[in-house]
């Protein structure tokens, strides 16, 4: 069975954020290597795990293409989407603490470091458990589809997206507003940066998108560019 218009617009889409997003963030990493600079490596870090959360509907992609059939078995689905997210979050966070409360970042760091290990710790436990499965009628026709189940990963979910938005987006729209010139542009470009990753993913992994879903995976690789151009020197 060939896959529908819906699953090749899920699917292609998905594949193209997580290429755009690994390479980019991977090119970060290798030019902070060569430069010695830490943010940069930071946002690189940051840059390639937000891409690896669209790895689940890329791999039932491929999938699909060689075999005409999903991914089996099918949790595998939810693992490779959402065992990312606690490593995207705590670099994004690290490059927060970094930037904005220097002097305290270690509190901030190690308190998300925590709240990540007990995330993957919850996920793992219960990878069938943590989200609800819709299958496609035809195996093969669509991707598998999932959303998040109310518990322990969705409202640590629900924590990782707030504090980005508010303390990434809205503390770096502050730090703009307090600067100037170059500095300010830059500063700018995070907070938009981190305000779009946090709102296109809460479309993407906890409301299904629907018609709007090109436009939200747009808005990935958007944010992406806007977090490399505000570091990059």
Known sequence: MALNVEGWLNGSTALIVLLFDVIVGSYCIYKARKIDAKLLKI????????????MGPSSDFLVILFTQSNIEPFWLYGMLSYMWAAPAIFFAMYLGAELLIPKKKMIFIITYLVLGILYEIFLFTNLEGSFYYTFPETPGENLIDTSNRIGPTFILIGIFLLSTLIFNGLGFLNKALQATGVIRKKFLSLSIGFIIFSITTVFDALIPPGLLLPIVRIGIIISGILLFWGIKT
């Open 43 to 54: 946002t690189g870090l940051t840059i390639f795990f937000t891409g690896t959360l669209w």
